[in-house]
């Protein structure tokens, strides 16, 4: 089963973005991916009540092609945040939080804490725009929580380092790495594999903000085993959100 586990639905003026779930579906169904995990842009940037419901939405409507991270738009919200990730959770049965960090607004801090410990306690992952330093931070006050560092440091938030970003994940059993990312170096994933294991590698394409075509085939036309391939693209995300395939 492949999973394209990095995937934004919604709609921003800022990015350029208008994506349904029908859109994200046919998009899908082109790359020949089974299933999608979508965070919604009106909770990521704007509201995250709206954006989270239009989500459950999009959810009821391909429930078996779409897999919700639960978005917030800040993580300085405190309880209101806490009480937001565990209606989607319980109510709207998303399976995994995404959290946004800017030089501007990092998550490095001490709000984001106990958003990590509410979903170590939901046991569900966290898709992190960050970088490496920020999940090091993190991780040191919430080592059991499964983070997940979006674009593995390869976006200029980062400085494109995904040297660095495997540096972190080697200190850290639950720091995985997301494979999307606007740069597409030589090596990249099978350094990865061979320093962390195929089983911390996570398979996504960024779709819309990115085309999801070269993130496929950068990973699908390496040379790495099928039993690494099959963790890359779809196992592992299933396993940490605990859905079965």
Same mark, same amino acid.
């Given at each position: 089963?492949?999973?394209?586990?990095?995937?934004?639905?919604?709609?921003?003026?800022?990015?350029?973005?208008?994506?349904?779930?029908?859109?994200?579906?046919?998009?899908?169904?082109?790359?020949?991916?089974?299933?999608?995990?979508?965070?919604?842009?009106?909770?990521?940037?704007?509201?995250?009540?709206?954006?989270?419901?239009?989500?459950?939405?999009?959810? *009821? !409507? @391909?429930?078996?092609?779409? +897999?919700?991270? &639960? /978005?917030?738009?800040?993580?300085?919200?405190?309880? $209101?945040?806490?009480?937001?990730?565990?209606?989607?959770?319980?109510?709207?049965?998303?399976?995994?939080?995404?959290?946004?960090?800017?030089?501007?607004?990092?998550?490095?801090?001490?709000?984001?804490?106990?958003?990590?410990?509410?979903?170590?306690?939901?046991?569900?992952?966290?898709?992190?725009?960050?970088?490496?330093?920020?999940?090091?931070?993190?991780?040191?006050?919430?080592?059991?929580?499964?983070?997940?560092?979006?674009?593995?440091?390869?976006?200029?938030?980062?400085?494109?380092?995904?040297?660095?970003?495997?540096?972190?994940? *080697? !200190? @850290?059993?639950?720091?995985? +790495?997301?494979? &999307? /990312?606007?740069?597409?170096?030589?090596?990249?994933? $099978?350094?990865?594999?061979?320093?962390?294991?195929?089983?911390?590698?996570?398979?996504?394409?960024?779709?819309?903000?990115?085309?999801?075509?070269?993130?496929?085939?950068?990973?699908?036309?390496?040379?790495?085993?099928?039993?690494?391939?099959?963790?890359?693209?779809?196992?592992?995300?299933?396993?940490?959100?605990?859905?079965?395939?």
């Amino acid at each position: 089963m492949i999973v394209d586990a990095h995937v934004h639905i919604g709609k921003s003026t800022r990015l350029q973005i208008d994506a349904d779930g029908e859109m994200l579906i046919r998009i899908a169904d082109e790359m020949g991916f089974d299933r999608i995990c979508c965070t919604d842009l009106t909770a990521l940037f704007y509201d995250m009540h709206e954006g989270n419901q239009l989500l459950a939405q999009e959810m *009821k !409507r @391909f429930p078996d092609r779409i +897999l919700g991270y &639960a /978005s917030l738009h800040s993580t300085r919200f405190g309880q $209101e945040a806490i009480d937001e990730l565990r209606r989607c959770y319980y109510d709207y049965g998303m399976r995994g939080l995404k959290i946004y960090s800017t030089p501007e607004m990092s998550i490095a801090e001490p709000s984001t804490i106990p958003i990590l410990e509410a979903c170590v306690a939901l046991d569900i992952p966290i898709l992190a725009h960050t970088t490496p330093q920020e999940c090091e931070y993190l991780l040191g006050y919430v080592p059991t929580a499964k983070l997940i560092m979006a674009h593995a440091g390869g976006q200029p938030f980062a400085k494109g380092d995904w040297n660095r970003a495997i540096m972190a994940a *080697k !200190r @850290f059993d639950s720091l995985y +790495l997301d494979t &999307a /990312s606007s740069t597409i170096d030589l090596g990249f994933l $099978e350094t990865c594999v061979a320093e962390l294991g195929a089983s911390k590698i996570i398979f996504g394409t960024d779709t819309p903000l990115l085309d999801p075509w070269p993130q496929w085939t950068k990973v699908r036309e390496t040379k790495l085993p099928a039993s690494d391939l099959e963790l890359i693209l779809g196992g592992n995300i299933l396993r940490l959100m605990r859905v079965a395939a």
